[in-house]
């Protein structure tokens, strides 16, 4: 019996251990550039296979948050680059989380709450701009479903995944991307038509034929 009560307690210890080995911390950045994108780095320890980090963000104390997964690098480090916040949005409020395959928080850092400011500069190198290009936003509400990513640019949003794990296209940038393209400048028999504004730039094979010279 006392072999038993021990080796209960041995797990109940290990378990512990196990849970506290887990942990995760965001590197707060100095700024926010508005309109255009930043750069947040973190650091997680105990990442078991099927567990990933996530860095979870909003318009601080504005409805919900949103969040973007984080790139694995070696040792432990992790960096996500969310959207860009609008002229409007002047704070935002973030955190990391260490998630199961489900989407259940298993560790999670403090919360840090980032100016955003015009002046802020930060160069992204190539890896970094193309995940800020290519999105994939997640939700943690119903309400956040069809709706614009509430205080951040469209640029770079491509897919959006619901508070129950279902991945889409997002409706509502997608839209603006298409409408955008429709209005660019397209050739029409020789010509540069600028739809919706009447606008003709003449191109190379648009002018007639000169007259024949008189006599």
């Known amino acids: 019996?006392?072999?038993c009560t021990l080796f209960a307690a041995g797990l109940i210890f290990a378990g512990t251990v196990a849970a506290h080995a887990q942990s995760v911390s965001v590197e707060k950045p100095s700024c926010m550039p508005s309109e255009d994108n930043g750069l947040v780095r973190a650091t997680a320890s105990g990442v078991s296979?099927?567990?990933?980090?996530?860095?979870?963000?909003?318009?601080k104390d504005h409805e919900d948050f949103y969040w973007v997964a984080m790139e694995a690098e070696p040792n432990g480090r992790f960096w996500a680059t969310p959207p860009r916040p609008e002229k409007r949005n002047d704070q935002v409020e973030m955190y990391a989380a260490l998630v199961d395959p489900s989407g259940k928080v298993i560790a999670r850092s403090e919360s840090?709450?980032?100016?955003?400011?015009?002046?802020?500069?930060?160069?992204?190198?190539?890896?970094?701009?193309?995940?800020?290009g290519n999105l994939t936003v997640g939700e943690t509400s119903a309400k956040q479903q069809g709706k614009k990513v509430m205080a951040f640019e469209c640029y770079?949003?491509?897919?959006?995944?619901?508070?129950?794990?279902?991945?889409?296209s997002d409706e509502v940038c997608r839209g603006c991307v298409i409408a955008w393209w429709q209005r660019k400048p397209v050739l029409v028999s020789g010509a540069a038509a600028l739809i919706g504004t009447g606008i003709i730039i003449e191109g190379p094979g648009n002018n007639p034929e000169p007259s024949p010279a008189r006599p």
């Open 1 to 3: 019996m006392r072999a």
């Open 49 to 59: 296979a099927g567990q990933a980090l996530r860095l979870y963000f909003r318009w």
């Open 112 to 132: 840090q709450v980032v100016r955003v400011s015009d002046n802020c500069k930060l160069q992204l190198n190539e890896k970094e701009l193309g995940v800020a």
């Open 156 to 168: 770079g949003v491509v897919t959006r995944v619901n508070y129950q794990g279902v991945r889409r």
